[in-house]
Nanobody, 120 residues
Framework: VQLQASGGGLVQAGGSLRLSCAASGSIFSINDMGWYRQAPGKQRELVAA???????NYADSVKGRFTISRDNAKNTVYLQMNSLKFEDTAVYYC???????????????WGQGTLVTVSS
């Protein structure tokens, strides 16, 4: 299973970016999908997560600014980021909890990370 993230880049404060992450490979089903981020010198933290049926969870710092969504037919998760702040600067990683066949247990897979830089 591979997760390919895209959409990062440089944006001014107040701007917007949309991240995408597509899962491919031997996939039987995907449970939760999510986005995490890690800023320099800090631990990786959850940004947003979404269940297969669309229930969402957000970090307090991004509520009202970021929106997570997914397309189950495409095995893809998105993160729409609006009103970006300098403190949103980080490497963003996508995550998916995947079962590779009907008898396997779900396990975590990670994308390679995409850098988001917000200039103040």
């Amino acid at each position: 299973v591979q997760l390919q993230a895209s959409g990062g880049g440089l944006v001014q404060a107040g701007g917007s970016l949309r991240l995408s992450c597509a899962a491919s490979g031997s996939i039987f089903s995907i449970n939760d999908m999510g986005w995490y981020r890690q800023a320099p010198g800090k631990q990786r933290e959850l940004v947003a997560a979404i269940t297969r049926v669309g229930s969402t969870n957000y970090a307090d710092s991004v509520k009202g600014r970021f929106t997570i969504s997914r397309d189950n037919a495409k095995n893809t998760v998105y993160l729409q980021m609006n009103s970006l702040k300098f403190e949103d600067t980080a490497v963003y990683y996508c995550n998916a909890v995947v079962r590779v066949n009907i008898i396997s247990s779900p396990r975590d897979y990670w994308g390679q990370g995409t850098l988001v830089t917000v200039s103040s």
